[in-house]
């Protein structure tokens, strides 16, 4: 049985990868900070207070998953907010970097040993992180934490070519999630359907490659 390991487990995304892994058959370890009643009932390994900002939490919890071998490291947690050139908060802007950049890459590089030859990381990044596809402004803080998730994705991948890993870096869609208030134009379940056929498409010769869900290839 192949297992996958997902961040931000408890709601939207993050908890569709789990219902979706689960009927595929995979072993899948819901990592969030506070499990909701929907995963705590999915049967998925629940391993909660786990929060991607803190990274002596993340010492602290993630070597405790014990012998694991991962076949698919998702880094799904994220936090989302909207900063202006006259509305605009720095502590906002480090949280959102803490979380949505740096995170995923402690996340990775603790689990890096427990991945799997053949594994695959996925990195759930957003095309707002693009610098040529920004053609409206705002948003700051998390357009840079998103660029920088994107820089970071591309040195995963060039640095877990030697282990047999692949790095995607994935684009949902503007999803209807609670994160931006249900405005989205794909449902949750849809969006996770298309990124792990983005994951499945995933190797080392496409690896640190920016893709829509839809397949598109973004531009940086």
């Known amino acids: 049985m192949k297992t996958v390991v997902i961040t931000g487990a408890n709601r939207g995304i993050g908890l569709e990868f ?23 009932k999915s049967g998925a390994q629940v391993v909660d207070k786990v929060d991607v900002g803190n990274p002596e939490c993340l010492a602290k919890v993630l070597p405790a998953l014990g012998d694991i071998k991962i076949d698919v490291l998702i880094n799904n947690a994220g936090v989302f907010s909207n900063e202006t050139l006259t509305d605009m908060s720095v502590a906002t802007m480090e949280y959102q970097l803490r979380v949505n950049s740096m995170g995923p890459v402690l996340v990775t590089q603790l689990l890096k040993y427990k991945l799997v030859k053949g594994a695959k990381v996925a990195l759930i990044t957003s095309r707002m992180g693009s610098v040529t596809d920004n053609t409206s402004g705002g948003y700051y803080g998390y357009r840079m934490s998103k660029a920088a998730l994107n820089a970071a994705g591309v040195s995963l991948a060039h640095d877990l070519k030697d282990f047999g890993v692949s790095v995607a870096l994935l684009h949902p869609g503007f999803v209807q999630t609670e994160m931006v208030n249900y405005n989205g134009d794909i449902s949750a379940a849809d969006s996770a359907k298309k990124l ?5 498409e995933l190797n080392l010769t496409n690896s640190g490659t920016f893709w829509h869900s839809n397949g598109e290839v973004l531009p940086w």
């Open 18 to 40: 789990v219902k979706q892994y689960l009927i595929l058959g995979y072993k899948v370890i819901a990592l969030c900070r506070n499990s909701s009643d929907e995963l705590t």
């Open 196 to 200: 792990i056929q983005r994951i499945e």
